[in-house]
């Protein structure tokens, strides 16, 4: 069943007066009735608020952030960083919010009314945040494990005197460069943790001890997401909350160790010649995107259990500046902790600072083990770390979790009876999906799926959305649809942002990761040539939807190819709704009054 457009005619003679409009919607409302569950919503505005912050602050701001900052000109990062957030990550999660909550309808179904077209862009969001969530969590599994060995009288990454240890290559501190030797903590995640093969050609079977914290893992996320909004908003009280106590206590430790200082210096010290480079403001935009968590439909499912009238610019404003606040203070704890390692063993702090999970699962556990009271910091930090994944991962799932209710919920709820148990079974398949992430030869899995998911896919996917909505669906739709839950147009700098700024940015960061791109690789390890495919398979398996998605809609419809272009732009979306319904339709004709059969 197509979807009724603007254009639908009304019955032969004429368009519906409208005086009958308001008879319309009772008789919509009526017939919607006992057909499907009105839709939950968070259980407050601070419920909502927390799972935003949860899900944009995560790990990226912890291991990735202080690092660009370090290494793309300390203090002088903050003049692209913030113009990034300003131009591009503000504008962009406040549009997000409103199509969410104007909508009520996950990124599937809301971008499909807003866009025909690019509909296949809400189908793209689903799978690649699908994708995203089957490896992230194998990173909970690695503080997991950290976090269970970390209770002992002493922590066992700290000495070379255990059985995973090459004793010959092994050094019981940072060795620094130009030295073929390993750090204890270094040799403890490689061969302990992840017992790494040579390269990705050895699985090397499956590392059942991460197989086990995998499960657990999963079965965490689970018990935190299975009652939907209702559990997700209570879980996140203390998991968005927790790490920031555990951040403050940490810089407060570590300002008062040896070097720390210097840490922090090399941290902040502007470098302004870095401002030249093109590179720098590239990694800007790219991290306050990935941070933010733009195109992934996270931010569309979460907004569309909002009320109506929720003010989204208040929440948007929030959640960007306290995730550039969480990303300053991880700077300055991390780098307090570098500098106060330099100090100890006497080397440049750029011969510690580094980029990655090796900066929290290697550099941070060596800063730990040498601590005063490192029996109460080392628990804390990884305990932390689990709470700052967590987040991001209930976000990720659940975007699939409402794609499927949105689209197949009666079909679904007559099969498995209860909504709890469709969360088990998309928990258990990305668990399922997550198993090749810890066999011995993982690492380089988990590596080569995080370069052509987070990297290469989230650009393409970004610029057709921001295309989709503010060029196709237009500045003065978005700006109706805002009015009408908050009651005043959004202020000339989100309309400029929104026609010009914003659109313009991501195609130049597009067009610059493809310039700048890079093939996969892990420390020095390079991929062979069918790993490679692989990757540009698991890139293509969330772009093909858009093409595919573009394809089907043109097809759908009658006469030249322009005019089908023409029609398929046209928007879905009901501009006169006022938050009454539960979703909003844009109906002319009373015959399709019944007929709210939705095609993805």
């Known amino acids: 069943m197509e979807i009724p457009t603007a254009n639908s005619k009304g019955p032969p003679g004429g368009r519906d007066s409208d005086a009958l409009k308001p008879l319309r919607r009772q008789m919509i409302t009526a017939s919607r009735v006992g057909a499907e569950a009105p839709r939950p919503t968070w259980g407050g505005r601070l419920d909502f608020i927390l799972a935003s912050v949860g899900y944009a602050v995560g790990l990226g701001n912890v291991w990735r952030f202080p690092y660009l900052c370090y290494s793309s000109g300390g203090g002088a990062f903050m003049v692209p960083y913030l113009t990034m957030v300003i131009l591009c990550g503000i504008p962009l999660l406040f549009m997000e919010f409103s199509i969410g909550q104007y909508t009520r309808l996950g990124p599937v179904h809301a971008l499909a ?160 010649g870095k401002l030249f480079e093109v590179k720098v403001w590239l990694n800007a935009a790219a991290q306050v995107f990935n941070s933010v968590g733009i195109a992934f439909g996270s931010m569309i499912s979460m907004a569309s259990y909002n009320k109506f009238n929720n003010n989204i610019l208040r929440d948007s404003l929030i959640v960007s500046f306290t995730n550039s606040f969480t990303s300053l203070l991880a700077g300055f704890v991390i780098f307090s902790a570098i500098g106060y390692m330099a100090h100890i063993h006497n080397l440049p702090v750029e011969n510690i600072a580094t980029d990655g999970p090796g900066l929290v699962f290697v550099v941070y556990p060596e800063v730990l083990s040498t601590m005063p009271v490192f029996q109460l910091w080392a628990p804390l930090f990884f305990f932390m770390l689990l709470c700052l994944g967590l987040d991001s991962q209930f976000a990720t799932v659940e975007v699939a979790i409402t794609f499927i209710k949105d689209e197949f919920g009666p079909q679904v709820l007559r099969f498995l009876k209860r909504e709890e148990l469709l969360t088990l079974v998309m928990c258990s ?101 069918w790993a490679e495919a692989v990757g540009w398979c698991v890139s293509l398996v969330s772009i093909i939807w858009i093409p595919l998605g573009a394809i089907q809609e043109i097809k759908r419809h009658k006469g030249s190819l322009l005019q089908r272009l023409k029609t398929a732009m046209i928007p879905t979306i009901d501009l006169d709704a006022d938050g009454s319904l539960p979703e909003k339709q844009n109906l002319e004709n009373p015959e399709l009054e019944t007929t709210f059969t939705l095609v993805a």
């Open 113 to 272: 009314k807003i866009c025909p077209l690019l509909k296949g862009v809400g189908v793209a969001t689903v799978v690649i945040s699908f994708v995203f969530s089957t490896y992230y969590n194998v990173l909970m599994s690695w503080a997991l494990y950290y976090l269970f060995h970390s209770f002992g009288s002493t922590l066992p990454w700290k000495s070379c005197n255990n059985t995973w240890n090459e004793v010959g290559n092994c050094s019981s501190g940072f060795p620094g460069n130009g030295t073929h030797l390993q750090s204890a903590s270094q040799q403890f995640f490689d061969h302990r943790v992840l017992q790494k093969t040579k390269g990705i050609e050895e699985s090397g079977g499956v590392h059942w001890e991460l197989f086990g914290y995998l499960i657990l893992s999963w079965v965490i996320v689970y018990l935190c997401i299975f009652k939907g909004v209702k559990s997700t908003g209570k879980v996140v009280y203390f998991t968005a909350v927790f790490p920031y106590f555990i951040l403050i206590a940490l810089l407060i430790n570590n300002v008062q160790l040896p070097g720390a200082v210097n840490g922090i210096l090399y941290f902040v010290t502007p470098v302004w």
């Open 429 to 529: 398949i990305g668990f399922l999906l997550g198993i090749p992430h810890v066999t011995k030869g993982g690492i380089y899995v988990f590596q080569l799926m995080d370069h052509y998911t987070a990297v290469v896919s989230l650009m393409f996917l970004a610029f057709f959305e921001v295309v989709a909505v503010c060029w196709i669906f237009g500045v003065p739709r978005l700006s109706s649809i805002v009015k009408r839950m908050q009651g005043n147009n959004p202020n000339i700098y989100f309309r400029v942002c929104w026609l010009l700024l914003s659109p313009l940015l991501v195609l130049c960061i597009l067009i610059s990761s493809i310039v700048y791109y890079t093939p996969a690789h892990y420390g020095e390890y390079s991929y062979p040539g």
